[in-house]
């Protein structure tokens, strides 16, 4: 596929405004759009709900936009509504969370289940440094994951390879805790969570949710990792990276999105423009955040509120 017309309109779909962690897909994008002197518009409801990008979706098919890319789940709502796109003539690709049974052009991300894999043998790492077995029989380690929605295969395969890792443990899964994707959820869930079952010994969060909050908004997490908890998680930011520099969180796996905005535009772009077939997955690297390179993420994460 190969247009003329460079005065093109591509659209981000991301899967929920209220969630920051696509703040620095916004604005990488923004930046390489007005490098390219194309339209960009960036449009998803404010909390995640399935049906609303959905009609999202289909709204900017009528609009005939020239190319859009999504984060989504491999559903089946969403990857007819993908091929109805592509089916219209209008080059579908997804970012974060992908939909490989549709007809999308290519996926921009984490290897998701490396991203869980290399979390666990963090947690791993940890559990060693404080002096915790987590090999011997005689107690089991109880452990709660927190997710977003069963069925984002990006949050599926990042449990799959964390649970593959640390299957020859003593860790074992007490309770998985779905957030909906939605930020305030995630504080409200955790906290609960935390007041109706404080001796839970491990945490793994397979998405950052609950860490835009400072520590005071999370008193029982706070109590709960005085007294030995153990969290680790996925996804880096500043205010993340501050919680495990209060000692909330012992360690993080991060995900690139500036380069899931800017790579992921001009990839469309270029095959919108010269015909230029992407490969059909663009990996995006991983960045690890533990003690020893804490204090370095801190100067170079900004906190968004002054972006």
């Known amino acids: 596929m190969a247009i003329d017309n460079k005065k093109l309109t591509i659209a981000f779909v991301p899967r929920s405004l209220d969630n920051p962690i696509f703040l620095d897909a916004f604005e990488k994008s ?121 069925g984002a295969l990006n949050l599926d395969s990042r449990i799959a390879g964390f649970s593959d890792t640390i299957a020859d443990s003593n860790i074992v899964l007490s309770d998985i805790v779905e957030n909906q994707d939605n930020v305030n959820l995630s504080v409200e869930l955790l906290e609960q969570y935390l007041q109706k079952n404080p001796q839970i010994d491990i945490i793994f ?44 969180l012992k360690y993080l796996v991060g995900q690139d999105m500036s380069a899931m905005g800017s790579r992921g535009l001009l990839a469309l772009y270029n095959y919108l423009i010269e015909g230029e077939k992407p490969p059909e997955y663009i990996e995006t690297g991983l960045e690890i955040a533990d003690k020893n390179n804490l204090k370095q993420l801190l100067q170079t994460h900004q906190p968004w509120r002054v972006k």
């Open 30 to 150: 923004q930046q390489q759009a007005v490098q390219l002197g194309i339209k960009l518009e960036w449009v998803s409801s404010f909390t995640y709900d399935a049906e609303k990008q959905i009609s999202i979706i289909k709204s900017l098919i009528k609009q005939q936009v020239d190319g859009m890319i999504v984060s989504v789940n491999n559903t089946p709502d969403y990857i007819e509504v993908i091929n109805q796109a592509v089916a219209a003539g209008i080059p579908v690709a997804t970012f974060d969370a992908d939909a490989p049974d549709s007809k999308r052009l290519f996926h921009i991300g984490i290897d998701n289940y490396k991203a869980g894999q290399a979390t666990a043998r963090g947690l791993l790492k940890v559990l060693r440094q404080e002096g915790i077995d987590y090999q011997g029989q005689a107690k089991k380690l109880q452990m709660m994951i927190m997710t977003g929605v069963r």
């Open 205 to 248: 969060f397979a998405g950052g949710w609950p860490f835009y909050v400072p520590a005071e908004a999370l008193p029982n997490f706070q109590k709960w990792a005085a007294e030995g908890g153990i969290a680790v998680g996925i996804d880096i930011f500043y205010d993340a990276l501050l919680l495990e520099q209060r000692g909330l």
